[in-house]
T-cell receptor
Framework: DAKTTQPPSMDCAEGRAANLPCNHS???????VYWYRQIHSQGPQYIIH???NNETNEMASLIITEDRKSSTLILPHATLRDTAVYYC?????????????????FGKGTKLSVKP | DGGITQSPKYLFRKEGQNVTLSCEQN?????MYWYRQDPGQGLRLIYY???????QKGDIAEGYSVSREKKESFPLTVTSAQKNPTAFYLC?????????????FGPGTRLLVL
């Protein structure tokens, strides 16, 4: 598995954009970048994923560098409810029956604190 | 509403006792997972099941057991062999073999040892 490196914590002012970086320098060509977040004492929530192209949905945007060795999750207008731990995960898509390729590996993530 | 549910929210275990955590989903997902989370740490995989009547050990399966008799249900038993069971337990499900790794998580069960 490609490993990811994220800063342990970040602060962001309410209403401003939150830019969360992730390094994945050993990512393979068939590995996607996934982002999840976990609000305190709740289950993780899927945010977005991408392979090569930048992606955007109603929650966030994902910017992947051309060499795919790093990415940035952007929350365009952070609110207090966005305070959470954000996990960057790289994984091959699809399941290898009988193997563990389809499983997600969660590290410690980045604790984002949105402040008023 | 479609979703994944876990019960109970809090569970207390006495020394030497087996306890079972419930996980149910009505998303028609094939794959289901159990994770353990300790304070300040990421998630670690205990067991997973990609299809009914089949399941595989994850990274920390010792002291745990599971069953997958129905597509909707994937209960986890924490046995007395698990010496440090106090943790936050999370269940997740995923549509199937094809497509992305988008897993949907339940709200979690917090297990405490008395």
């Amino acid at each position: 598995d490609a490993k990811t490196t994220q800063p342990p914590s970040m602060d962001c002012a309410e209403g401003r954009a939150a830019n969360l970086p992730c390094n994945h320098s050993t990512i393979s060509g068939n590995e996607y970048v996934y982002w999840y977040r976990q609000i305190h004492s709740q289950g993780p929530q899927y945010i977005i994923h991408g392979l090569k192209n930048n992606e955007t949905n109603e929650m966030a945007s994902l910017i992947i560098t051309e060499d795919r060795k790093s990415s940035t999750l952007i929350l365009p207008h952070a609110t207090l409810r966005d305070t959470a731990v954000y996990y960057c995960i790289v994984r091959v898509a699809g399941v290898n029956y009988g193997g563990s390729q389809g499983n997600l590996i969660f590290g410690k993530g980045t604790k984002l604190s949105v402040k008023p | 509403d479609g979703g994944i549910t876990q019960s109970p929210k809090y569970l207390f275990r006495k020394e030497g006792q087996n306890v079972t955590l419930s996980c149910e989903q009505n998303l028609n997902h094939d794959a289901m997972y159990w994770y353990r989370q300790d304070p300040g740490q990421g998630l670690r995989l205990i067991y997973y099941s990609q299809i009914v009547n089949d399941f595989q050990k994850g990274d920390i399966a010792e002291g745990y057991s599971v069953s997958r008799e129905k597509k909707e249900s994937f209960p986890l038993t924490v046995t007395s062999a698990q010496k440090n069971p106090t943790a936050f337990y999370l269940c997740a499900s995923k549509l199937g073999a094809e497509g992305t790794e988008t897993q949907y998580f339940g709200p979690g069960t917090r297990l405490l040892v008395l």
